[in-house]
């Protein structure tokens, strides 16, 4: 069952249809891009040739910060902070490195960082801001869209707002305004661009 509210794959070909959805849905799914993704409409014409793919995205998590990953633990002149998930324990190092020196950071173990007489309180700490999952969005569904695309089509035309995206791809030079047919697609999904 698809996460995706609406997903069709158009194409002159119906076979091909069926084929290009099964690989979209299987590369989204390896990427990881189902859950983010609300509406999908993709269209192939290999006779003229061109790739689509427009759609609408679901609102992004909001930002990454300490408390979502880390418990901190204030004790004199320290704070322990035990961390549940590694995933953003290198940009958080960073971070602290930056904004309070290496030599009052201290990583003795992969689930442990202490920091020794910081200006900071264990809130502030708690409210850094480590990660924003929208940054990399994009570049994974250009990666994605890519990969989907047949080979050859190397010609790519991107846009991408935290809402709605579109990527056209041919292996000939697009025309100047594929504007048209980028607003009949999402038009197809009850979307304007």
């Known amino acids: 069952m698809l996460a995706i509210e609406y997903f069709e794959v158009e194409c002159p070909e119906p076979l091909g249809a069926e084929y290009y959805k099964q690989i979209t849905n299987d590369v989204l799914l390896d990427h990881n891009l189902l859950k983010v993704i609300r509406k999908l409409h993709v269209f192939i014409d290999p006779k003229v040739p061109v790739f689509v793919a427009v759609g609408t995205l679901k609102k992004l998590t909001t930002v990454v910060r300490v408390r979502d990953f880390a418990n901190v633990n204030p004790l004199e002149g320290k704070m ?114």
């Open 80 to 193: 322990t902070l035990v961390i549940s998930d590694e995933t953003y324990l290198a940009p958080m190092l960073r971070i602290f490195w930056q904004r309070f020196g290496k030599d009052h950071v201290e990583q003795p173990d992969r689930f442990t960082v202490i920091l020794y007489d910081v200006p900071a309180d264990p809130r502030e700490i708690e409210e850094i801001v480590v990660g924003d999952p929208s940054e990399s969005l994009f570049k994974d569904l250009i990666y994605a869209f890519r990969c989907v695309a047949p080979e050859g089509f190397r010609v790519r035309s991107e846009f991408f707002t935290t809402e709605k995206f579109s990527f056209v791809a041919s292996e000939n030079t697009l025309s100047e305004d594929i504007s048209p047919l980028i607003r009949e697609k999402f038009a197809l999904m009850g979307e304007t661009p």
